[in-house]
T-cell receptor, first 113, second 115 residues
Framework: AQSVTQLDSQVPVFEEAPVELRCNYSSSVSVYLFWYVQYPNQGLQLLLKYLSGSTLVESINGFEAEFNKSQTSFHLRKPSVHISDTAEYFCAVIKAAGNKLTFGGGTRVLVKP | DAGVTQSPTHLIKTRGQQVTLRCSPKSGHDTVSWYQQALGQGPQFIFQYYEEEERQRGNFPDRFSGHQFPNYSSELNVNALLLGDSALYLC??????????????FGNGTRLTVT
């Protein structure tokens, strides 16, 4: 079975400051990794994913995440946040050839002006 | 192009009652998954349907059941409601090539409150 731990439940950050959201996973088999974002009163939207290849993946809105197999981590970073980045962020894994996502508990990001 | 639509958006039920939640997948998707998101937690997988059959199931009791129709829409049924069933229920659709090739598209969810 897979498990995902998001080490921070809440991260307050000032506008234009950098942010890092930590995600560690546990699995006995190969997995694929995802970050989802959930804005208030909405469903989840895929932010970025790692399937294979370059360990650094980027999203269209400035987020990036790095897959570190030795540390079983997939931390999410953004060098400069905007007010509109206020949301909850979920890290998730799926085993290769699987169909079930396992989510972490989420990290709530509050961007302050 | 409509995305994943869920109905109703909110629902209040009493302990012991039964509830049915509905989901229409994104156009072109044939697979529907249901997730339960309790307050302050990440979503937890309930089950997945394609070709009108339950293909995979998470760690949920038999009180949770589902159905998929020929048009790929789906229902989630919960019997004998408990207070702990209060949560946001999310429907997600994808194509059968797998969630890693075809990202899950989530609906906005149904907020179920059990009193």
């Amino acid at each position: 079975a897979q498990s995902v731990t998001q080490l921070d439940s809440q991260v307050p950050v000032f506008e234009e400051a950098p942010v890092e959201l930590r995600c560690n996973y546990s699995s006995s088999v190969s997995v694929y990794l995802f970050w989802y974002v959930q804005y208030p009163n909405q469903g989840l939207q895929l932010l970025l994913k790692y399937l294979s290849g370059s360990t650094l993946v980027e999203s269209i809105n400035g987020f990036e995440a790095e897959f570190n197999k030795s540390q079983t981590s997939f931390h999410l970073r953004k060098p400069s946040v905007h007010i509109s980045d206020t949301a909850e962020y979920f890290c998730a894994v799926i085993k290769a050839a699987g169909n079930k996502l396992t989510f972490g508990g989420g990290t709530r990001v509050l961007v302050k002006p | 192009d409509a995305g994943v639509t869920q109905s109703p958006t909110h629902l209040i039920k009493t302990r012991g009652q039964q509830v049915t939640l509905r989901c229409s997948p994104k156009s072109g998707h044939d697979t529907v998954s249901w997730y339960q998101q309790a307050l302050g937690q990440g979503p937890q997988f309930i089950f997945q349907y394609y070709e009108e059959e339950e293909r995979q199931r998470g760690n949920f009791p038999d009180r949770f059941s589902g159905h998929q129709f020929p048009n790929y829409s789906s229902e989630l049924n919960v019997n004998a409601l408990l207070l702990g069933d209060s949560a946001l229920y999310l429907c997600a659709s994808s194509s059968r090539t797998g969630v890693y090739n075809s990202p899950l598209h989530f609906g906005n969810g149904t907020r179920l409150t059990v009193t």
